[in-house]
């Protein structure tokens, strides 16, 4: 009923609108999963670290790093989506990519390869494959550092 609305009332339903809007919602999803993981992982260093067992609690703070460090990127993954939302129109009229969403566009393509949980990811890359070019999406895989892809 929302397309036919949008139909009605003359408005663009843009497909990269819906895919950043799907990816939005499994990224919160994800993200919720990984804060309770988390959570457990920094609580069970803190136990061990109060039962005297240093050496198990710092085996256990590697996880607590990776957990944290996932859930940074969750956190850029959100805010990739949000900005290129905003910036629909300039996609849509631009054939190259904007260099204002270099980093945006690539860094989510770079993390669609590393993310085997978050399908969405692989088809906001498929668009902006079609969109800007195989080579496009190939540069931001192959050579994430010299194409302006987040280090994080």
Wanted: aromatic share 8%; net charge neutral.
């Amino acid at each position: 009923m929302g397309k036919a609305l949008d139909v009605l009332l003359g408005r663009k339903s843009s497909k990269l609108s819906s895919l950043l809007e799907h990816a939005i919602t499994r990224n919160s999803y994800l993200k919720n999963r990984q804060q309770a993981l988390f959570s457990i992982s920094q609580s069970d260093v803190i136990q061990l670290l109060n039962l005297g067992h240093q050496e198990q609690a710092l085996l256990r703070v590697e996880h607590v790093i990776k957990s944290k460090n996932m859930l940074d990127a969750f956190d850029m993954i959100e805010s990739y989506c949000h900005l290129l939302k905003q910036n629909m129109s300039l996609i849509e009229k631009n054939k190259d990519c904007p260099d204002d969403l270099k980093e945006a566009i690539g860094s989510l393509i770079y993390a669609s390869s590393r993310f085997g949980v978050f399908p969405e990811l692989l088809h906001i890359r498929d668009f902006f494959s079609s969109k800007f070019g195989q080579e496009f999406v190939s540069q931001s895989l192959d050579s994430p550092r010299n194409f302006g892809v987040n280090e994080k």
